[in-house]
């Protein structure tokens, strides 16, 4: 009762998935995914073993293919699942049992697999396809993208409920730790692909650091205006002085620790045009 796209990227690496149902949370249950080794969208009565099962296939080298294989020759109900698979090489497979409700039906193509089930009609499935194969940009984006072109064509049938997007990558999560790059989720809402949207906007600016060419090298006149903002938010009290000091610096990090900006204060002499931005939207003139 749900419609996927699982997904990678050979620049990045990224391996992902992106999900919509009318179904509570669905990204719970949908989505798998593990860095150098694959992705997995399990849906339709999902089997969720297929998930861990199936990643540790993956990561053993398995191809798509041979991995969808293997956990369906062990399902004795994989006439009414729904699987789409991508490898870590750009492989995909796609599984749609004759028991599931219709329209139901996948497809395949270079590092993407796209299926649904309880679809208001095949032209769903090709929406998403056709838009992550035109979206440029990195695999959140273009999963994003392929996620909208489907929820616009008809979608599930039965309505909207829950969306969610999980991107796996090398070290890719907050703190460089592990790879959950990206994992966001609408477990409950009228029109949950476009707030999914939203998140992913929020996301990028929050979560993930900036690109080289958005950093501002801080000269005098960058500094004093740094200085008055944060003076008047409360953490810098030195002189009005245009130096951008230690103790400007850290009362900077300070300010950037509240407003969850750390991600962005990424240099002791540059300012990232986000975070300035940022600055200038909250100080009151």
Known sequence: MTFSIVGYDQTTG???????????????????????????????????SFGPNGLALLAQGQSAQATLDQLLAADEGREQRQVGVVDFQGNAATWTGNACHGWAGGRTGAGYAAQGNILTGADVVEAMATAFEQTHGELA?????ALLAGDQAGGDQRGRQSAALYVARKCGAYGGVLDRYIDLR??????????????????????????????????????????????????YQGELSGDYDAATHAALQA?????????????????DRQVLNYLRKHFVR
């Open 14 to 48: 990224d391996l992902g998935v992106a999900v919509a149902s009318k179904f509570l949370a669905v990204g719970s249950v949908v989505s798998w995914a593990q860095a150098e080794a694959g992705a997995i969208a399990t849906q339709s009565y999902a089997n969720m």
């Open 141 to 145: 984006e273009r999963l994003l993208a």
């Open 186 to 235: 609408v477990d409950d809402h009228h029109n949950p692909v476009p707030e999914l949207g939203r998140l992913l906007g929020l996301h990028r600016f929050y979560l993930t650091p900036p690109k080289p060419e958005d950093l501002l090298p801080i000269d005098a006149a960058l500094a004093l205006e740094i200085q008055t903002m944060l003076q008047q938010f409360g953490y």
């Open 255 to 271: 300010y950037g620790g509240v407003e969850n900006l750390e991600e962005r204060l990424v240099s002791a002499t540059h300012i």
